[in-house]
T-cell receptor, first 114, second 114 residues
Framework: AQKVTQAQTEISVVEKEDVTLDCVYE???????LFWYKQPPSGELVFLIR??????QNEISGRYSWNFQKSTSSFNFTITASQVVDSAVYFC???????????FGEGTQLTVNP | DAEITQSPRHKITETGRQVTLACHQT?????MFWYRQDLGHGLRLIHY???????NKGEVSDGYSVSRSNTEDLPLTLESAASSQTSVYFC?????????????FGPGTRLLVL
């Protein structure tokens, strides 16, 4: 079973729409960390957020927000009023203390059309 | 400004040749990682190091080796390149004594093995 599942392979929206990218993870650790990265068409990986397993507060940063729910093992990412520049592949990742490695989901390709 | 550089950015080689990909960081981070990115697999960990003289195998280490002789560099060597190693390779670093801190990625190296 995959440790990090991003069920949405591709999402296409029109500019100014809100969009939510789903991330479901699997772990037996009580201490773990979750991350989101953005990979724009230029190819670099850009860090967006890091959240530890003891902090379930939702986070908002400008148009970006994250909803962490341990009860459903989910760490979803919402972009409000999407823009063309948000077009990218977004990766969710899990760090488990037991595994000592960062495990990535397969990514969601987001295309924002003008 | 501190940064992570990878060289070369693009490389074409032939099957059976030895290839070394360089990763250099000026963050002074203890931890360094090598990933490969392939369609349908997200990013997968090849090798990692938590400090000088420390190296560890990741999820897909067969056919690759690393050595860590100083803090700044973690070169990745493909002992005998195979077509299956055609991929985009990313180096990453993080601070701290283990790997749970945020990983920051280099720009990547595109490797084509013919």
């Amino acid at each position: 079973a995959q440790k990090v599942t991003q069920a949405q392979t591709e999402i296409s929206v029109v500019e100014k729409e809100d969009v939510t990218l789903d991330c479901v993870y699997e772990t037996r650790d009580t201490t773990y960390y979750l991350f989101w990265y953005k990979q724009p068409p230029s190819g670099e990986l850009v860090f967006l957020i890091r959240r530890n397993s003891f902090d379930e507060q939702n986070e908002i940063s400008g148009r970006y927000s994250w909803n962490f729910q341990k009860s459903t093992s989910s760490f979803n990412f919402t972009i409000t009023a999407s823009q063309v520049v948000d077009s990218a592949v977004y990766f969710c990742a899990l760090w488990e203390t037991s595994g000592s490695r960062l495990t990535f989901g397969e990514g969601t390709q987001l295309t924002v059309n003008p | 400004d501190a940064e992570i550089t990878q060289s070369p950015r693009h490389k074409i080689t032939e099957t059976g040749r030895q290839v070394t990909l360089a990763c250099h960081q000026t963050w002074n981070h203890n931890n360094m990682f090598w990933y490969r990115q392939d369609l349908g697999h997200g990013l997968r960990l090849i090798h990692y190091s938590y400090g000088v003289q420390d190296t560890n195998k990741g999820e897909v280490s067969d056919g690759y080796s690393v050595s860590r002789s100083n803090t700044e560099d973690l070169p990745l060597t493909l002992e005998s390149a195979a077509s299956s190693q055609t991929s985009v390779y990313f180096c990453a670093t993080s601070k701290g004594l283990a790997g749970q801190e945020t990983q920051y990625f280099g720009p990547g190296t595109r490797l084509l093995v013919l």
